[in-house]
Nanobody, 116 residues
Framework: QVQLVESGGGLVQPGGSLRLSCAAS????????MGWYRQAPGMQRELVAA???????SYTDSVKGRFTISRDNAKKTVYLQMNSLKPEDTAVYYC??????????WGRGTQVTVSS
């Protein structure tokens, strides 16, 4: 059984930084796409950033220049470095992995709160 475990969320002041990590465990193969989504209260879940196996990345416009996604294929881990955080970045952040097999898995989410 595959599990995705996120870590690194918390409370940070505006302008601060956080680094999220998500590691996959279990009987898994190669991961094609790794991504981070977020969902704020009363809002739909949105894609924040994604990285494919070749290293190409994409970001939602609101985080471009502030967030950086990276991955370690050997460790089946994806990271999200978040800098210059704003109150509107407050949300539950979810890790997502799509495997070459076609299987898709989600983490349980980690809370990020940006507040003074």
């Amino acid at each position: 059984q595959v599990q995705l475990v996120e870590s690194g969320g918390g409370l940070v002041q505006p302008g601060g930084s956080l680094r999220l990590s998500c590691a996959a465990s279990g009987s898994i193969g190669s991961v094609y796409v790794m991504g981070w989504y977020r969902q704020a209260p009363g809002m739909q879940r949105e894609l924040v950033a994604a990285i494919i196996s070749g290293g190409s990345t994409s970001y939602t416009d609101s985080v471009k220049g502030r967030f950086t996604i990276s991955r370690d294929n050997a460790k089946k881990t994806v990271y999200l470095q978040m800098n210059s955080l704003k109150p509107e970045d407050t949300a539950v952040y979810y890790c997502n992995m799509e495997f070459v097999s076609g299987a898709v898995y989600w983490g349980r989410g980690t809370q990020v709160t940006v507040s003074s």
